[in-house]
């Protein structure tokens, strides 16, 4: 079985090779004009000191649980920066006490009354994919350890409905886990989030995770049927329906409940048939204002793309596309029922409408969405998050965060973060940095842009330069009107800003929720609702 | 200004013309086999006994506040069956003592600190077109009397965003009224439960409207932006986002909370250009499960009808169409961006491979949306709740109830549905009934099945008679997996199965929201939560 990187995205030996990762940091040289980067490297895992473990897990639990050096060590993090740098500093003051790891509802029923009666914290842990410290044990002082409860254990797809193309699958399976049991059936969930490798069903549902489509059915939330949780409390199981109009809905209060009010241990999700037509291309605008146009005009087609994601052009050229000049929007169309060229040709035209160019060889070619901009802009997609563990290595600071708006605030969102930034990255870092955009999912009444800011930081000062930053980046979202988080999560990073958007009698209902649900208050805590 | 009706729907003046009522009574008369019907008429007015009213406005909302005997009984009752009989009998014991008509926000507020003080209960009335149950004052002994809040003087447009496609209401605006702020701008919200002539913005949010399309974005749901909500603990306002993942939805917790948390003053909808682009027709199907396989397999093509609408033989035949044999399946798209020919040419594609009979000259009338059995269907559906009061008059027992469902379970629901109320009609009545269906909505997932159930009831037992109907009929969605509702609302008629159908710890984390939002009780109490 392949063993999880403990630093880095994926499983070990799913690196850059050398020569990607040089190519990469030489890019990086010459952008900010330096010969070249002190790295600092992984310390041995074997000497990194942990505290002993402050908890002791009941006879019956002593089979599933570990307090095993490196499991501590691989439940302390999720993927983060901040992550990145503590890791690499051999930081792992907040690893938890003991590593649980669930086979069976029974397991996680069982851990949740065991931390009750312990005063344990429980930190749900899925993929570990979070990029918002949503699986760190940073759970203040008030409980008498922590427990990751690890839950790839439940990793089955229990029932396949080929007529009303649902299945059931257990909260701890892995994308690619799900994707090959659907597979001879011929069906998909395809959703594709950049952490779909590692992620867990579980973690996706928990916290509101965004799929592979730019339009339509695409955020889990739309996939999920009905959910199963075990709270400490009991369990809250959704009856199967595909729509309801029957009070608020029970599953809209556990999708995005990042582990604070229970373990969501299974779902029906709202599967489809492979796509078997494809039409894709890309699209150049010289203006960004034309190509943001075009996409919202797209969005409110009806023509319901699978893809229409915008590239700026620093993001373009950071994804090897042009020459750092023309933006661009890439198109894809797919179906598994009809071909897709009525849909692609109106697309196209409302590109033209607004200056886009493409190219119209590419878009006959049936490998399109594996070949050009749009195949490249898949591969570049993929590889990402393995550029990020060499970008903190040399002391480069390289991190995004994402919102949605409303369209018509958008100019003065973009514009407000976008100035933010770069002068945030000067004061920070004393040089000017990177600033680039592109939006992951366009809705009718607006995008979902998505930043990615780059500055040469220092060793030793880069937690407290990249906090400074992500400070800057949140306040400024807030300040225009955003949502601190599109799809990545509240976790404990985003927690005061969280507690400035969401309207005051709204935390108010969450923490009687959590209440309800979570009387002990073990669960996940210091996620959603302050601890207290 | 139009009087609304006391008993039966609509403004005064605005009926079936004798004509019409003869009509369908003789129908009706053949199909019973009787030779006529004895009919009851509605009591004067001024002469149904009210008993006085127990609460005294203060001074300051004396200008809001009436108390007069006609405005109470417009306030005493939706338009459900069991209201018609009871209003048809004179039996108003559940009038609301108080009747307060809020023009502002600071009205709203001012009537919840009111009823706090006097222990009274505040039942929002919107269109008052519950058939639910959910605008009565039935709230049992513990309130010292019942304040009706009529939110209809709260009926503006106060933004449209004509680039992001969204605009800002009032929620006492009705459905014809802000179709006409949206029409100068070439927008329209296209949301049109059969209530739509009179129900409100914020009533339709508080009860999970179903919209006019048969797919994709159409429930009110979907339609909401941002929802501003007055509850007696303070103002929930959420942000104006196209989409958050930002923990769970505060739209969704509001979305569906009937009147039971606080008051929906405001929301951001989202709109759309008026359609210019139409295709439709109807299908025939000798056998039922074509037409139902039809209707699923379109609904998971990814081509998203605004119409898909199955009729079955009995429907289709009360409607008009046919012999009484065929089923039908009513299909459309429609766009304001394209032509829709090459959608509408998969959607016969696969209808033709259920087995599906369609007439190819009616499609390519630029009118057909108008005419035809498309056109038929609008005009019946339209005119349908002209036809209740006649049917109460006549001691004819007509309702209907709606669900949803897996496609899956959706044959076994169907037969135990249909079995068990062809046998409750005769249980019940003595006598042989109608018992059919069509599909309202559907889903990649499921469908949303309507059904109407007509027996000949017997003046005097009506209530009673009804009753037991509803209760076999609710028996038996629940028992097969349905939702006690897809998109009529729970209201205090379906609080029985609503009370079996929901998670019990969600029914428990509602009570602590509504302790929350309402700590007093005293929203429309017994809706949602069992009155204590």
């Not at 940091?25 to 942990?50: K, N, Q, S």
């Not at 044990?137 to 790839?152: E, M, N, P, Q």
């Not at 339509?216 to 409390?233: G, K, N």
Request: charged letters at 20%.
């Amino acid at each position: 079985m392949n063993r999880l990187k403990l630093c880095g995205w994926g499983y070990e030996g799913d690196d850059l090779t050398p020569e990607e990762e040089d190519g990469v940091l030489a890019t990086y040289a010459t952008r900010f004009e330096v010969d070249g980067f002190e790295r600092t490297t992984m310390p041995d895992p074997a000497g990194i000191e942990l505290a002993a473990a402050r908890l002791t897990p009941p006879e019956t639990l002593s089979g599933i649980c570990s307090t095993d050096h490196m499991d501590r060590l691989l439940h302390t993090y999720g993927e983060s920066y901040p992550d990145y740098v503590r890791t690499l500093a051999g930081d792992f003051a907040n690893a938890p006490d003991v590593v649980a790891f669930a086979k069976t509802e029974a397991d996680v029923s069982a851990v949740l009354d065991w931390a009750a009666d312990a005063e344990a914290a429980v930190i749900p842990y899925g993929g570990g994919t979070s990029v918002v410290g949503g699986v760190e044990a940073a759970v203040g002082g008030s409980f008498k350890g922590a427990i990751s409860l690890d839950l790839t254990g439940l990793d089955r797809v229990l029932d396949v409905d080929t007529t009303g193309l649902t299945a059931r699958m257990q909260g701890g399976i892995r994308g690619p886990q799900l994707e090959a049991a659907l597979r001879p059936h011929g069906l998909t969930l395809r959703h594709f989030p950049q952490s779909f490798e590692l992620a867990t069903l579980g973690g996706m549902i928990a916290t509101r995770s965004g799929g592979h489509f730019a339009t339509v059915y695409t955020h889990i939330d739309d996939l999920v049927e009905s959910v199963r949780c075990l709270t400490p409390s009991g369990p809250l199981e959704s009856r199967r329906l595909p729509g309801s109009g029957a009070g608020p809905s029970p599953d809209r209060m556990m999708i995005g409940s990042e582990g604070a009010f229970g373990v969501i241990t299974e779902a029906w999700v709202r599967v489809r048939a492979r796509p078997t037509f494809r039409a894709s291309t890309n699209v150049s605008f010289d203006r960004f204002e034309d190509a943001v146009n075009a996409v919202r005009l797209v969005s409110q087609s009806g023509l319901f793309p699978s893809n229409v994601r915008l590239l700026d052009n620093m993001e373009a050229w950071l994804n090897g596309f042009g020459d750092g000049k023309q933006h661009l929007v890439v198109l894809a169309f797919e179906s598994a029922d009809h071909p897709v060229d009525a849909w692609m040709a109106r697309a196209l035209e409302i590109c033209q409408e607004c200056h886009g160019r493409y190219d119209a060889e590419a878009m006959r070619d049936p490998d399109a969405h594996k070949a050009g901009a749009t195949g490249a802009w898949r591969t570049a997609f993929i590889k990402m998050p393995h550029f990020r563990v060499p970008a903190v290595s040399a002391g480069i600071i390289h991190d995004t965060f994402e919102t949605a708006i409303p369209w018509d605030r958008f100019d003065q969102l973009h514009a407000g973060i976008t100035s933010a930034m770069h002068q945030a990255i000067r004061d920070v870092t004393g040089k000017s940095g990177y600033v680039s955009t592109r939006f992951t999912h366009v809705y009718p009444d607006g995008p979902a842009p998505y930043y990615t800011f780059i500055g040469l930081g220092r060793h030793g000062a880069l937690l407290e330069q990249w906090g400074e930053l992500k400070r800057r980046a949140s306040d400024a979202v807030l300040e225009h009107g955003g949502t601190i988080t599109h799809h990545h999560a509240v976790g404990r990073d985003h927690m005061p800003w969280y507690e400035r958007q969401i309207p005051a009698q709204f935390a108010e209902t969450l923490k009687a929720v959590k209440k309800t649900l979570d009387p002990s208050g073990v669960m996940n805590p210091g996620v959603l609702l302050a601890a207290d």
